[in-house]
Nanobody, 125 residues
Framework: QVQLAESGGGLVQAGASLRLSCAASGRTFISYTMGWFRQAPGKEREFVAAISRGGSATYYADSVKGRFTISRDSAKNTVHLQMNSLKPEDTAVYYC??????????????????WGQGTQVTVSS
């Protein structure tokens, strides 16, 4: 399995932007579909976005479509989540995920094999 490490979380005001990064270990980064999930206090983990192995296909949850952008840099084994126009309801722990066989439309948490430790994003009103 690939090892994942997120960074870039923090405390911001509503309307601000944040960029999350996820560094992946291993030489098979290009073999994995990558994505992001989030979990708010008292809520279930939910899908945010995913990107295909080559980066040509992306998929977003309706709640973030038009505000968030997922990208990947295969030369640096890194995935990014650019978050704009942040809202208080975006407050959550954000997890980077990877899977060898998942599609970008795989929104079930249990279908993703590798998870990072998570990074906290807090948006104040």
């Amino acid at each position: 399995q690939v090892q994942l490490a997120e960074s870039g979380g923090g405390l911001v005001q509503a309307g601000a932007s944040l960029r999350l990064s996820c560094a992946a270990s291993g030489r098979t980064f290009i073999s994995y579909t990558m994505g992001w999930f989030r979990q708010a206090p008292g809520k279930e983990r939910e899908f945010v976005a995913a990107i295909s192995r080559g980066g040509s296909a992306t998929y977003y949850a309706d709640s973030v479509k038009g505000r968030f952008t997922i990208s990947r840099d295969s030369a640096k084994n890194t995935v990014h989540l650019q978050m704009n126009s942040l809202k208080p309801e975006d407050t959550a722990v954000y997890y980077c995920v990877a899977d060898f066989s998942s599609l970008v439309t795989t929104t079930t948490p249990g279908r993703w094999g590798s998870w990072g430790q998570g990074t906290q994003v807090t948006v104040s009103s």
